[in-house]
């Protein structure tokens, strides 16, 4: 009984600060629509889709190519970081000797905290000159996964480390009991155990990917056209607000306001799968 | 990053102080974010040297500055270009000048290209070095993104239309102009003159063009010979408040050249 008398004001307090950072994504939802409305109302943002190209200056709002770009280089991103990172996450948890592999985790750790213009600036100046001598002009879609790739893969490596880490002992116990080699007892027990873990880790780096603005902005090239080859520039939907925001108005600043919208609304689908994921897991 | 940082936060905050301003002692200038920074450093020695005073420098681009000049709701603008025949209502003070430079890779053996080669280029009619006498190298355009004050000035100067370029590669500011052209031997390019002046004297691997047969130097653009060349403006509807009219003074004054040339851009007036 007295338990709840003390609980009651903190759990109110609680409660309230809960409610103000949920009104805050509310608030931005509510600012974005506000601004971008020139650009959506009566029909209008059936110009983003049908204009085959972004001159907003010229009228031409065509945005499909950049969401095609963000995807591209997302999808890209995910399929090296997603081999690399339960790799490097089953040696973590599995085959690395113990100094080794606190060593390994502290990398990946400082690897995920290294600011996202440190490895754009990095590719600017060393990756893509590198990718010049081979076929120009550097500054690519190419450019763009890798770095990406690099920037997600801690993400997926220590989620997927900590979802092998998770799998209870009774699982590995009873797959050592059945004979099971090490070999099979990863790929067939543990991984299948902490594939809903593994998964939504990628879908954390998936929305980091799509969100990821100035190492992209540095390194895939800006022009707005269809991603048709890995070594063609392309621009994403984040490097175009950072590049055209500060100098915009009129329709072409709600134009960038509406691109905005629609990646968060993006990034806001794939917390809720993530979400879903997770409480289906725990679940079953 | 900080900058665009900045300039959404100057978005964000805009709505909230417009109501509160017009104080005597309180200056507001918006505009163009070739402006803003020296004008940054003017307004923070000019606080120091006046107490009491508060200058607020905002982000927006040239159309920005004008409109805000326009309507009210700055005390000055700030412009990166002459102002069009629409908007000969406002009263232009040149503070500095900026030239635009055509900007190679240093190894391009190429010295100089007419204006005709330079449009052929940009509309993607010469994709190769050896068409205009250099080696056997592709050609990567780099160009400027929309509603940058540097692409409206070189768009006029060439008469082109933005949609007309083929781009290889598309930049925001100067400094990652200068970086792409660097890492790339068949790039071509344009940036301030300052800065890429700055840049080729400690050593990076680029190389202004002379346009119209004069060199790109901080010299030609201040003598007006260098052809691509604009000013820098604070712009003003009307007659200006006291307190505007004693900044803009300041700002066109011998005591903010070091300001100026720092940020490489050109002073106004005799060498």
Same mark, same amino acid.
Request: hydrophobic share 50%.
């Given at each position: ?20 950072? #949920? ?55 995910? %399929? ?31 690897? /995920? ?63 050592? /009991? ?18 809903? #873990? ?31 080859? %890995? ?54 | ?56 420098? $905002? ?35 040149? =503070? ?100 890429? $002046? ?61 300001? =100026? ?11």
């Amino acid at each position: 009984m007295l338990n709840k008398h003390i609980d009651k004001p903190v759990s109110v307090l609680l409660m309230s600060i809960a409610v103000l950072c #949920g009104l805050i994504l509310l608030l931005v939802l509510s600012f974005l629509v506000k601004e971008a409305w020139p650009a959506i109302n009566d029909g209008a943002w059936r110009s983003f889709l049908v204009d085959d190209a972004w001159y907003p200056l010229e009228g031409l709002f065509g945005i499909s190519p950049m969401i095609l770009a963000s995807l591209a280089m997302t999808v890209g991103a995910i %399929l090296l970081a997603l081999p690399l990172g339960v790799s490097s996450a089953i040696f973590l948890v599995f085959y690395a000797p113990a100094p080794v592999g606190s060593v390994y985790r502290l990398m990946l750790n400082l690897l /995920a905290g290294i600011p996202s213009v440190i490895y754009g600036l990095w590719g600017l100046t060393k990756l893509v000159p590198l990718i010049v001598q081979w076929q120009a002009p550097g500054v690519s879609l190419l450019a763009a996964i890798l770095v990406l790739t690099l920037m997600i893969l801690p993400t997926v490596a220590l989620t997927s480390a900590a979802a092998l880490t998770a799998v209870p002992q009774e699982l590995i116990a009873g797959a050592a /009991a059945l004979g099971l080699t090490r070999k099979s007892q990863i790929l067939l027990v543990l991984i299948p155990a902490a594939k809903t #873990g593994i998964i939504s880790g990628v879908l954390l780096a998936v929305a980091r990917a799509l969100g990821e603005t100035m190492a992209v902005l540095m390194v895939a090239g800006n022009v707005v056209q269809n991603p048709t080859s %890995l070594f063609a520039p392309v621009r994403a939907l984040t490097a175009n607000i950072a590049l055209e925001m500060a100098y915009a108005t009129g329709t072409h600043r709600a134009g960038l306001f509406a691109s905005g919208l629609l990646l968060t609304l993006l990034v806001l689908l794939l917390a809720w799968l993530a979400s879903r994921l997770r409480s289906q897991a725990q679940r079953g | 990053m900080k900058k665009n940082v900045l300039c959404l936060c100057a978005l964000l905050c805009f709505s909230v102080q417009q109501g509160a301003m017009a104080s005597s002692d309180r200056l507001r200038l918006t505009g163009s974010s070739t402006v803003a920074p020296l004008i940054l450093e003017m307004a923070k020695m000019y606080e120091k040297e006046h107490d009491g005073v508060r200058i607020d420098v $905002q982000t927006g681009g040239s159309s920005r500055g004008v409109n805000d000049a326009r309507l009210g709701l700055a005390d000055i603008g700030m412009a990166s270009r002459e102002l069009k025949p629409s908007e000969q209502d406002l009263k232009p003070y040149t =503070i500095a000048m900026d030239g635009i430079g055509i900007i190679l890779h240093r190894s391009n053996p190429v010295t100089a290209l007419s204006q005709r080669q330079i449009t052929a280029i940009y509309k993607g009619n010469i994709h190769n070095w050896r068409e205009v006498g250099g080696e056997d190298l592709p050609i990567t355009v780099v160009n400027k993104a929309e509603g940058h004050s540097t692409l409206e000035l070189f768009l006029k100067y060439f008469s082109l239309k933005n949609s007309q370029i083929k781009a290889h590669v598309v930049i925001g500011d100067n400094q990652q102009g200068i970086k792409t052209v660097a890492g790339n031997p068949g790039a071509i390019g344009y940036v301030s003159v300052g800065t890429a $002046q700055y840049e080729e004297g400690r050593g990076t691997a680029i190389k202004q063009l002379p346009m119209g047969g004069y060199a790109a130097t901080v010299a030609n653009v201040q003598n007006g010979f260098f052809p691509l060349s604009r000013p820098l403006n604070l712009v003003v509807k009307g007659e200006p408040s006291p307190l505007a009219m004693r900044f803009i003074k300041f700002a066109q004054s011998d005591a903010v050249h070091g300001l =100026i040339k720092a940020q490489f851009f050109v002073p106004v007036g005799p060498l």
